[in-house]
């Protein structure tokens, strides 16, 4: 294979940095990348439901289930 | 990699501590977490059923299958 | 891990003990917990079926089929 | 575990015998159970479509998916 | 277990036979079953795709993947 | 086994060909069959997407994940 | 098997070129393929997520969770 990144290898690179997560049924969440698993069930810290462009929740810590996820952003 | 934590290892941090409990469909429940596994079937004490800011149903004891969930956050 | 109580042990401590089984979908249902497997396949005897507060149907047994279980409260 | 019944053997005890069938997407069938695997996929026999009470069309033979099944009732 | 049928068994004895295959989303078809595999995957021959009791398409092969059927009658 | 095509077999015997693609969401596709593996995900070269019996849009190549296929038809 | 393209293979030479990515859910990108592995989970890079023809966000970084993929197109 070409000089390339693999998904998981990327969200690695990511740990303890700023992400946005965009979750089924229209939620967005911005946090720092504490962890994940190969399902892509993660850990966010400091985290913030966005609705519209506004916060609508902070959330010291959350552990979402992967199959909420439909892109991770650093 | 990193220092990091991952999902299930910060359920298991949060074992016998209240915890948010964010479902599919509109459902929320607060409980005490009682206990979890691999899928993130979770075992909620003194779980309340939340609805727009509103307790709406109380339950000693809920196993909630774990494909319904979207986050745990303690 | 500390000293914590698994999904299906705790299925398994209401084993003939009645419970309450809301499913996906808006149906819930209140039975006797007669057996279970892992996949959350459950049997429940003498189960009434609820909407809204109402028994809608009786059935002497039911065997659910577990991807439709949200939670199983005793 | 206690003196209790696993799902798809209460299934087995029920082949050759008349069952009701509640699918996703209220759809309810009634019919002779002649077969199942552990997917829980059945074989109905002279099963009959029922909608709001009323047979709506009948099946001399049913080979239904088992990921559509919400109960089966004896 | 009784004198009893399997599902893919039973599918087996309807190769090259009409039948009558639901899928999810409202959708009917009508053909000779000219193959399968354990997923409920199907290979449909002379097919009519169905709705409201009228023919809407004709497709001279089909193959359908399994997760969209709901079920198969002869 | 009585003379049958395997699903998967039988879309071996249209690689190359012309086939339409009908997805899941009211999405058809029509396309040269390009490859194709287990899960059904599928390569179509020359794709055009139809939306009632007119192309919507034109692909010189699409990689379709499986589980979004309904049926394939040559 | 005849002269043919397995679906990830052509993901594969499509490596570091751009695609355009069609979700479920009425989302589309555009991007450059910076990686991807056999669940089709993807890294997108320099990303625009599109809305009726008109770009609606720029992600420098996005890593797309593969059960949300309709397809992808070079």
Known sequence: MVNTVKPLSMLSKNLNKPVMV???GNKGY???LDGFDPHMN???KNAEEMEGGEV???LDLAI???DNVIY???
Chains 1, 2, 3, 4, 5, 6, 7 share one sequence.
């Open 56 to 58: 609508k929740r902070k």
């Open 22 to 24: 965009e979750l089924k």
């Open 64 to 66: 979402v289930r992967g």
């Open 30 to 32: 911005r946090g720092t």
């Open 42 to 44: 993660i850990v966010l």
């Open 72 to 74: 991770i952003s650093p």
